[in-house]
């Protein structure tokens, strides 16, 4: 069916004839951007769409020529011009979605304080179609300045709004002066993470007043969902929090033994969590949450490595794109957050697999109930890499039993409502930001092909490599994802090259 459209399309259709046609610039914002004839999925959970033509002028889509399929002959008059200041993509058999908005990222330009170019992340994100990072946690002063060049267009990067981590004021008044000088300082909203649950009401009611959001990463610790949808929390990160609310006896059953602060004993019983969440009170929980407008960012992915370590350790895009210092930084320490697995057992992964299926039960039940529910990475921990932790967990949303209309709609769409930029970007739109993705293959039958490194087909017989985001336009600006990625395959190995080996750490080592 597919076929056949392009066919009937292609007929008749001289567009180029009216103007030459010119390849946009990598990295250069055109006056003037056309992309032809695009299959559109939009980020508001409706179906494919088109074929349009969409016209970019500066930052802003401005206009949406829908191009009738059926009758292709007379559509070439309504087909947007292009003059010598046009760029133009030619998206036939391509879909075009709203750039993916990351809702749960971190900034980073190092790792367990050895130096990684941020550029490495930056780029990765934009070749895998992100257009905006929230980010929920990184040195603010430096996130400030990046979020500030990347609006200019000075730094190639996704749109970035930063949120701090509150820290653990002792009182209330440091705790409301935390925010204000937050506030001053021109954070976008605000993170929360380990918090008593009286320094959480002051902070959530000042930080209501400030016009602040706030994103809570519930620890295990006196707070749990009840105070977010109480105080008024705009998302709950991960997901601890939720269970723990609906569990009966108001603590999980630990063991004797049991040290928060010991990483490995904290992963293991978290993969206990979910079976102790009583079903009924579970439900109550999530009607509330949805009652009060309490978002979830489940961050499926970031926990992979507990169910099945393996396939974390050894995911295809290491070989030529993993940095030295990331990968460094992976390996079991108990020096690095997330880096736990001593002893990791086929138990633990048993439990961890239960505790997915639970989990995601619960996200479906959230949104059927009318919960808003987005999507975030959390990469740069448990061997999750930047932007291909997104993919993955756009691809647990669809193992949760979401179609891929609803996932794509939660980075996107769902994820613009959480930042508040719901009339501005997550949506393939006249008027809104111009934030596209053109992709290579249907994210609608594979979300697949919206990892950076493509995927494998056949193609009239013949093996093919294909799929990836070919272009990904950030604010008017286009990037080329085959481009930013060769750049980023360049870092690593140059990084790699420079790195110092084994020998060389030892003769350097402290000679005690
Ligand atoms: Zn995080």
Not at 359 to 372: C, D, P
Request: charged share 25%; aromatic share 8%; glycine share 10%.
């Amino acid at each position: 069916m597919r076929t056949l459209f392009r066919l009937a399309l292609g007929t008749g259709l001289a567009w180029s004839a009216a103007g030459a046609q010119t390849a946009p610039v990598h990295g250069v914002r055109p006056a003037r951007l056309i992309i032809r004839n695009a299959t559109v999925v939009d980020g508001n959970g409706t179906p494919a769409k088109g074929p349009f033509d969409i016209v970019v002028e500066g930052g802003t889509i401005t206009q949406m020529i829908p191009l009738d399929a059926v009758a292709g002959r007379s559509a070439g008059s309504r087909r947007a011009r292009a003059d010598s200041n046009t760029a133009e993509i030619d998206a036939t058999g391509k879909y075009v979605l709203p750039g993916l908005i990351n809702a749960h990222a971190h900034l980073q330009d190092e790792r367990g304080g050895t130096a990684q170019p941020i550029e490495y992340e930056l780029k990765i994100w934009l070749a895998s179609g992100i257009t905006t990072v929230r980010d929920v946690g990184s040195p603010t002063t430096k996130a400030l300045e990046w979020r500030d060049a990347s609006a200019k267009g000075t730094l190639a990067a996704p749109r970035i709004l930063v949120y701090p981590q509150f820290g653990r004021p002792t009182n209330a008044d440091s705790a409301r002066a935390r925010v204000r000088s937050l506030k001053r300082q021109g954070v976008d909203g605000i993170k929360l993470l380990g918090i008593d649950r009286d320094i959480m009401q002051v902070m959530e009611e000042e930080a209501h007043k400030a016009g602040l959001r706030v994103a809570h990463h519930v620890g295990v610790e006196e707070t749990n969902a009840w105070d977010d949808i109480h105080f008024g929390t705009t998302s709950i990160e991960h997901w601890y929090g939720i269970p723990d609310a609906a569990i009966l006896d108001r603590v999980q059953g630990f063991p004797s033994y049991y040290n928060y602060n010991n990483e490995t004993d904290r992963f293991r019983w978290a993969g206990h969590l979910w079976r102790e969440a009583d079903p009924k009170r579970l439900d109550t929980v999530l009607d509330s949450m949805v009652a009060r407008h309490v978002a979830w960012v489940p961050t499926f992915d970031i926990y992979e490595a507990s169910r099945d370590l393996q396939r974390a350790q050894t995911q295809p895009w290491f070989t030529d794109y993993l940095h030295p210092t990331l990968a460094e930084y992976f390996k079991p320490d108990p020096a690095n957050h997330g880096s736990y697995f001593f002893g990791w057992s086929s138990t633990d992964e048993t439990f961890w697999k239960e505790n997915y299926k639970i989990w995601m039960n619960a996200v479906r039940e959230f949104e059927q109930k009318g919960g808003l529910v987005g999507a975030g990475d959390d990469a740069g921990f448990i061997y999750q890499m930047y932007g291909f932790g997104l993919i993955r967990e756009l691809e647990l949303h669809q193992e949760a039993g979401f179609s891929p209309i609803k996932v794509i709609q939660h980075a996107t769409g769902n994820n613009a409502r959480i930042l508040g930029k719901e009339d501005e970007i997550g949506r393939v739109r006249q008027g809104f930001k111009a934030d596209l993705i053109v992709v290579n293959g249907n994210p609608l039958e594979n979300l697949k092909v919206l990892y950076a490194t493509g995927v494998d087909d056949v193609k009239n017989g013949q093996a093919v490599h294909t799929g990836g985001v070919e272009w990904t336009i950030k604010d008017g600006i286009p990037y080329n994802g085959p481009t930013l990625m060769r750049e980023v395959k360049d870092i690593v190995a140059k990084a790699r090259a420079s790195r110092p080996t084994k020998a060389d750490k030892t003769d350097r080592s402290d000679p005690r």
